[in-house]
C-alpha cells in the first residue's frame, strides 16, 4: 500500500471522504452565489459548518440531508426578485373583456385600484429619480426578466364572495395576466392544519415550508398574485379554524406581513409587495377582524341574457376548439339557447352551461363520425337527442 493509498483509508475512517468534501463545499458555494439575506445566508453556513464537525463522527448522511434541504428551499426564494408592472388601463379593460362577459361593476372596481396603484408607483418613482431623468409613467408590457424597481405600489387584498361558478378564480387569474405577474392558487379547503400555511420546523420528520412559502418558490418573484381559494372551507373543528384565521390574518395584515415568519424557513419574509386575493362562497366561518383587512367584492348570478351572450361567444368556441372541431361542423339556432341555459332550473354560475355544450358537442362529434351528413344544426326540436332532460345539478 503507498501513502497515497494509507491516506485515503484513514479519511475513509474518519467518514470524510473526496465526495463528503465536494457536496459540503457545493452546499456552500450554492448559498455564496445566492441572493439569501446575510443573517440567513451566515446561520445557514454554519449549519454546513456544524455539519462537517458531525461527519468526523459519523452522522454525516442524517445531517446532510436535513441541510442540503433547507439550503435548497431557501435558496430558491426570490429574495428581493420582483416583476415588472403593467398598470395600463386599457390593456387591463382588453384583457378582462376577453375572459368575461359583463360584469361592468367588478371591472371597474378592478380598474380603480390600479390606476391607484399607478400614482402611487409614479408619485414613488418621481421621489426616488433624479430630475433630469423624470419622465412619463412606464407603461410598457411587463417583461419576464425580473428586475428591482425603486418603488413599488401596494396592492389591496380582495375577498371575492360568490356563488360557484360565477367567474371568482377565472377573474384573479385576469388581473394576474392583465399586471403581468405570476399567478399561484392555494386552495385552503378543508385545512385542519396551520403548518400548512406556516410550515413545518426545520428538525421535525416532516419538515418542509408552508404554502405562502411554496407560491413564492413557484413563482419565481416576491410580488405574484396569490389566490386563497375557499377560504371559509377551512376546517370547521373551532380550535383549528381559530388557528388558520390567526395565520391568514398575518399574512393578509398590511401591518404584519412585511415580516412573515415560516416555521421552516425561521426568518422574516416580506409579503407586503403579494397581490393577496381570497374567494369565498359565504362569510360564514370568517373572524370579523380578516374581514376588517380585506376589500369585498360581491359577485352576483349571471342574468340569461348574459349567459346567452356567453355561451355563443365564449363557451362554445372554447369548447369546440378542445375537441379540434370546426365550427361550421355544428350550428345552434337562436332559439335553442334558452333550453341550453335553462333545462333544469336557474344555476346561478356557468359550469353547468359548459357541461350541457360540452355535452351536445361530444354527441355531435359521434354522430360526425357515424357518417351523419354536416353542418349538424341544433333546434329546439331536436335538442333532446343531444341534451338529455334530466340533465343538470338539479335532476
Known amino acids: 500500500m503507498n501513502y497515497s493509498d494509507f491516506d485515503t483509508l484513514q479519511n475513509n475512517n474518519r467518514g470524510i471522504t473526496n465526495d463528503t468534501e465536494s457536496e459540503v463545499l457545493a452546499l456552500k458555494n450554492t448559498l455564496l452565489a445566492s441572493r439569501v439575506p446575510v443573517d440567513l445566508k451566515n446561520e445557514a453556513l454554519r449549519s454546513v459548518e456544524r455539519m462537517q464537525r458531525t461527519a468526523q463522527r ?49 371591472k371597474n372596481l378592478i380598474l380603480d385600484y390600479l390606476a391607484a396603484m399607478q400614482l402611487e408607483a409614479q408619485a414613488g418613482r418621481s421621489i426616488n429619480t433624479p430630475p433630469q431623468s423624470r419622465g412619463s409613467l412606464d407603461n410598457r408590457p411587463a417583461s419576464s426578466e425580473n428586475v428591482v424597481p425603486q418603488h413599488l405600489a ?56 408552508g404554502q405562502i412559502i411554496k407560491a413564492l418558490v413557484r413563482s419565481g418573484t416576491m410580488n405574484p398574485v396569490i389566490l386563497l381559494d375557499e377560504i371559509e372551507k377551512a376546517s370547521g373543528n373551532s380550535g383549528l379554524l381559530n388557528d388558520v384565521m390567526a395565520a391568514l390574518l398575518e399574512i393578509l395584515d398590511p401591518e404584519q406581513n412585511t415580516n412573515f415568519v415560516d416555521h421552516y424557513v425561521d426568518y422574516p419574509v416580506d409579503l407586503s409587495k403579494v397581490f393577496f386575493i381570497c374567494t369565498a362562497n359565504n362569510l360564514g366561518g370568517l373572524s370579523a377582524a ?6 369585498v367584492i360581491r359577485f352576483t348570478s349571471y342574468t340569461d341574457d348574459e349567459k346567452f351572450v356567453i355561451a355563443k361567444r365564449y363557451i362554445l368556441p372554447r369548447v369546440l376548439k378542445s375537441l ?50 354536416i353542418p349538424i344544426v341544433i333546434t329546439p326540436q331536436n335538442i333532446n337527442q343531444y341534451l338529455p332532460q334530466d340533465q343538470g345539478p338539479l335532476s
Open 154 to 209: 401596494k396592492a389591496p387584498v380582495f375577498l371575492f364572495v360568490g356563488l360557484q361558478g360565477v367567474g371568482k378564480t377565472s377573474i384573479a387569474q385576469s388581473i394576474a395576466w392583465a399586471m403581468g405577474r405570476k399567478f399561484v392558487r392555494i386552495s385552503l379547503g378543508a385545512i385542519g392544519d396551520v403548518r400548512t400555511l406556516r410550515g413545518t420546523p426545520q428538525y421535525s420528520l416532516d419538515s418542509e415550508p
Open 324 to 373: 379540434n372541431i370546426s365550427d361550421e361542423y355544428i350550428r345552434f339556432e337562436d332559439s335553442v339557447w334558452p333550453l341550453i341555459i335553462r333545462p333544469v332550473g336557474f344555476d346561478a354560475g356557468l359550469r353547468q352551461l359548459e357541461r350541457n355544450i360540452s355535452s351536445i358537442v361530444r354527441t355531435c362529434a359521434r354522430k360526425i363520425v357515424e357518417g351523419t351528413p
Open 58 to 106: 459519523g452522522g454525516y448522511s442524517s445531517e446532510f440531508e436535513n441541510v442540503s434541504k433547507y439550503i435548497d428551499w431557501i435558496t430558491r426564494i426570490p429574495w428581493g426578485l420582483i416583476s415588472r408592472d403593467n398598470f395600463d388601463l386599457h390593456h387591463a379593460k382588453e384583457i378582462m373583456d376577453s375572459t368575461h362577459y359583463g360584469m361592468d361593476s367588478i
Open 290 to 295: 380578516l374581514l376588517d383587512r380585506v376589500e
